[in-house]
């Protein structure tokens, strides 16, 4: 990582809209979510020139990912059956690869972030993620593909919109290594210890919190991934390393200048028995995961992916202080709006 700062930059908070209309109305609004709309355009592009079919992902479910990092999920009664809002499509995701090779969606979720996110410039209750997977493919193919992704989708912005991230004060010049792709790597290992040197008190043992995430953000110029986070930080369907115990094969793209995490991915485990172990290792009831269970005994294939979340790529290519500045109809964790 190309170190420039120690420290995240300083960022004030916006005052969250009283409307949605004076939300909206704003031009800073109006260009951000046209910037979003020309992100759009382009993953979709990208990903259908790669081969990939989109699918509309669902909206409820009996289950959905347990690995929320202590947000909560919504009940609702579907005749007279416990469902839940998508949280995360995941488990779809795999089941999807028993027909396409190569799929994507463009997801809502919904996740009752802690209240103390509120202020994290990050988090929403409800957010939109582009969500993909390819059958038997490995980490590494994943991560080269968000790379390709991310840079093709930053390009087109800079080259087509110059005259929105003008106006919302977006220096093109800070996309210069983000487009020329080959992100920097390090290891949750590595990335913890580098934030305790800094005085961060980051749990070797769990994931990197959002505040260690935008120090480690804040040193560098380009986005890059850490790897290899330890068993137990996230959720049963990241595969551990069969040469390395207790190591996962996953990952998290970070944006650089302070943004924090753009996505996150694994390869993913497929084998029915090792999934029951897992779920059970992290506190979850294998009854409850039926379907995706009686699929697994069948042969779910083996696969990477990644979920990109959209409103922080947004907020990233754009400039924004915060997340809910990249949403027509932002829902901030705790705060009851339109």
Known sequence: ??????????RVAPAFPVSPDQHLMAEPTRATLRVQSRMLAATRAFLTGQGFQELLPPVIGPV???????????????????????TSAI??????????????????NVRLEPLETAVTHRHLAEFHQIDVEIRDAGREDA?????????????????????????????????????RGAFARTTHQEATADLVALGHPQD????????????????????FFVVDYPKG??????????????????FDLIAPEGYGELA????????????????????ENPAKYGWYLDLARRGIPASSGFGIGLERFTRY????????????????PGVVSA
């Open 204 to 223: 070797p043992g769990a994931e990197i919190d959002w505040e260690g995430e935008e120090i480690l953000s804040a040193k560098t110029s380009r986005p």
């Open 91 to 108: 488990l779809y995701k795999q089941a999807s690869l028993m027909a396409f090779e190569k799929i994507f969606y463009i997801a809502p």
């Open 64 to 86: 959905t990912d347990p690995g929320i990092r202590g947000s909560k999920q919504v009940d609702i009664d579907f005749y007279g059956h416990k469902y839940k809002l998508m």
């Open 264 to 283: 996150s991915g694994s390869e993913r485990e497929h084998d029915y028995a090792a999934l029951v172990t897992r779920m059970r290792e992290t506190g």
């Open 1 to 10: 990582m190309t170190s420039t700062s120690a420290e995240p930059r300083a």
């Open 143 to 179: 991560m080269e593909l968000a790379e390709r992704l991310v840079a093709h989708v930053v390009d087109e912005v800079v080259r087509e919109m110059p005259g929105d991230l003008e106006l919302l004060g977006r220096d093109p010049d800070a996309f210069r290594e983000v487009v």
């Open 233 to 250: 930080s996230r959720g049963f369907y990241d595969q551990e390393d069969a040469e390395r115990p207790g190591i996962l094969r996953n």
């Open 317 to 332: 290519v754009t400039g924004r202080t915060a997340a809910w500045e990249a949403s027509a109809y932002p829902k901030l």
